[in-house]
């Protein structure tokens, strides 16, 4: 997270193609996302899939984008 804070990016773009994963494991990639995104803007885009875990992860953004077919 230091590194974000450092960064000169205006934001962060979380790109999400993902079948799941563990609940503790998707937590944790949750509650990161929303650290930086208490810093800097976060979207998450959703290529093909964002099941289970995924979509854990794409809901710390602060906007999520996927197509109808995701």
Do not use: F
Request: glycine share 10%.
């Amino acid at each position: 997270l230091d590194s974000v804070n450092r960064s000169s990016a205006a934001g962060v773009l979380v790109v999400i193609d993902s079948p799941g994963g563990t609940v503790p494991g998707s937590e944790m990639l949750h509650e990161s996302i929303r650290k930086i995104a208490e810093k800097k803007p976060v979207v998450a885009v959703v290529n093909n899939l964002a099941a289970s875990g995924g979509y854990i992860a794409a809901m710390g953004a602060d906007r999520i984008v996927a197509r109808q077919t995701s």
